[in-house]
């Protein structure tokens, strides 16, 4: 069974720090995906890595693949309270039958 | 273009009843699936439709069944409610199916929130 362990499972840092939430996995993913989830929406699609070792920015976030594409990282730099909200990863097998998993969430709280 | 939208947003049933919940996929979309999520389990995978079939299930029990429209609507059922199906229930669309390789965005919708008393 495919499984992805997200950590820290919560976060609560001062505006202007930086911080990186975890991924990982025993099982090799062909693609994974970021998404940030707000109360009472559903998560929304940040990135999409697909290549071992890829690395994505998007302003002030960084998203890495690992290179045997079973981890992969988020780091945020000089965080603001707009990023507050529930990140979530998820994986995706190799095969049309695969079914996407996701990881248990890392709920980050950015104080003013 | 419109988002994925799903009805009720808010559903409060009893146990034992049955409910029927609903999801109106991007245009165009037709992929539609489905995910349970809570607070202790997160965001679990219940089945996945693609033009009006059932391309993969998650590990749930019979009760969770669903269907696809030849519109792409999708509509997932419970039957014989249990205090522990009480969950946020969210459906995602996409072009084409999620599996295998993500290569489409799936977007998903705001969710039904269950509360089974």
């Known amino acids: 069974t495919q499984l992805l362990e997200q950590s820290p499972q919560f976060l609560s840092i001062q505006e202007g720090e930086n911080l990186t939430v975890y991924c990982n996995s025993s099982s090799v993913f062909s693609s994974l995906q970021w998404y940030r989830q707000e109360p009472g929406e559903g998560p929304v699609l940040l990135v999409t890595?697909?290549?071992?070792?890829e690395v994505k920015k998007l302003k002030r976030l960084t998203f890495q693949f690992g290179d045997a594409r079973k981890d992969s990282s988020l780091h945020i730099t000089a965080a603001q309270p707009g990023d507050t909200g529930l990140y979530l990863c998820?994986?995706?097998?190799?095969?049309?039958?695969?079914?996407?998993?996701f990881g248990s969430g890392t709920r980050l709280s950015i104080r003013p | 273009k419109a988002g994925v939208t799903q009805t009720p947003r808010y559903l409060i049933k009893t146990r034992g009843q049955q409910v029927t919940l609903s999801c109106s996929p991007i245009?165009?979309?037709?992929?539609v699936s489905w995910y349970q999520q809570t607070p202790g389990q997160g965001l679990q995978f219940l089945f996945e439709?693609?033009?009006?079939?059932?391309?993969n299930k998650g590990n749930f029990p019979g009760r969770f069944s669903g269907r696809q429209f030849s519109n792409s609507r999708s509509e997932m059922n419970v039957s014989t409610l249990e205090l522990g199906d009480s969950a946020l229930y969210l459906c995602a669309s996409s072009s084409t199916p999620p599996a295998g390789g993500i290569t489409d965005t799936q977007y998903f919708g705001p969710g039904t929130r269950l509360t089974v008393l």
């Open positions: 439709y693609f033009s009006e079939t059932q391309r």
């Open positions: 245009s165009g979309h037709r992929s």
């Open positions: 998820a994986g995706a097998g190799h095969s049309s039958a695969s079914k996407i998993i």
């Open positions: 890595v697909v290549t071992g070792g």
